[in-house]
């Protein structure tokens, strides 16, 4: 496995974000197109029926991301709290923001506190996070 930093880090399943995204939203779009153009014929039920499947299908696919990512955002808060009260013997400050501290999670050991210290004076973006950690530690388990 390569190993992983800021340019490579994110990871897109390319048939599930590009692909069924896709076909999701045009289907949407075209099934619009078609309810107003049966609006008053005999098969306006149907082109209806069609673009509420295609919205429910649309609303299932961002669910279906948006579910787990919630679930790991949790784990990501409670395994860098214990590292860093394993660190510290402190708790994580309750100021750093989830996405600040799935930022932190990519910092080694010897770089993490002097950084969340930064972090909170600073309030640096989850980005800036990520761009100022010197020698990544890679995170090759997350959805």
Not at 13 to 29: K, P, Q, S
Request: hydrophobic share 50%; charged share 20%; proline share 3%.
């Amino acid at each position: 496995m390569t190993s992983q930093n800021f340019a490579n880090h994110k990871r897109t399943a390319a048939g599930f974000h590009y692909l069924l995204g896709g076909m999701l939203i045009v289907g949407l779009i075209v099934s619009m197109v078609n309810v107003v153009m049966q609006w008053q014929t005999t098969g306006f039920l149907s082109a209806l029926l069609i673009m509420l499947l295609f919205g429910c299908s649309l609303l299932m696919g961002l669910f279906a991301r948006m579910f787990p990512l919630k679930a790991q955002d949790r784990a990501i808060r409670a395994e860098e709290g214990l590292r860093y009260f394993i660190l510290t013997r402190q708790p994580l400050d309750n100021r750093l923001t989830i996405a600040q501290i799935a930022a932190l999670r990519f910092a080694p050991d010897d770089e993490l506190v002097p950084l969340i210290e930064r972090v909170l004076a600073e309030n640096l973006s989850a980005t800036d996070i990520k761009k100022t950690i010197k020698n990544w530690r890679a995170d090759h388990h997350r959805v």
